[in-house]
């Protein structure tokens, strides 16, 4: 069965020259190869402003640069994100995007006295993250924070499931590393998973 399927690249450097470049572009080749659907939204190419207030939130225009990234990701059944770890987290600019894409009406519909309903559910998600670290230390030492509240205030409390993730830590990483986690997002975008 062929998938619709958002790859939502947020690593901050435009440049496009990183490790999580690779892995998108080897992701949605092999996805397109087998059929599936693929729309791209690379975060650093897109200007906004950051959300600053509830009322904004709540009631505001979403910014035009990020309208048709807000449709892909509506379109879209799987959602797979990618970003380097800093400070234990998303970058900035990623956290800053998805803030304006998780308005009111987009992932949760707020009702009075009644807890929100989900709206994304029936979207599955990838989520693809590079660290210096070694990954059993962000594991078991930082509890994976950063991952885990992405996870779950955004992704699974709006429906998503399953939400899988791969987690990489460059600090024993040689090029033969690096070519078998492309290897793996061959293996995932052939699956949609
Ligand atoms: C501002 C900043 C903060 C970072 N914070 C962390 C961190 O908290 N933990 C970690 O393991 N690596 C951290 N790193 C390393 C990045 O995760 C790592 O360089 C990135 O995943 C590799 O991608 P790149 O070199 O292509 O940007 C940080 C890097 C930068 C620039």
Request: charged share 25%.
């Amino acid at each position: 069965m062929t998938k619709r399927i958002a790859i939502i690249q947020g690593h901050p450097d435009a440049a496009g020259s990183h490790l999580l470049n690779a892995m998108a572009d080897a992701y949605a080749a092999a996805a397109a190869s087998t059929g599936h659907q693929v729309r791209r939204i690379e975060v650093a190419k897109l200007e906004f402003p950051l959300l600053r207030t509830q009322a904004d939130f709540e009631s505001g225009e979403l910014p035009a640069a990020l309208v048709p990234a807000r449709d892909d990701m509506r379109w879209a059944e799987h959602w797979v994100f990618l970003f380097p770890l800093w400070h234990g987290t998303m970058p900035a600019l990623l956290k800053g995007f998805l803030e304006h894409i998780f308005r009111p009406g987009f992932a949760m519909e707020y009702r009075e006295k009644q807890f929100p309903r989900r709206l994304l559910a029936g979207r599955s998600a990838r989520i693809v993250v590079t660290m210096g670290m070694p990954v059993m230390l962000y594991r078991w030492y930082f509890g994976a924070f950063g991952v885990r509240a992405f996870e779950r205030s955004m992704l699974s409390f709006a429906g998503i499931k399953p939400i899988r993730e791969s987690l990489y830590g460059l600090t024993f990483a040689d090029e033969k590393k690096r070519l078998r986690w492309i290897e793996d997002m061959r293996g995932y975008g052939a699956r949609a998973s």
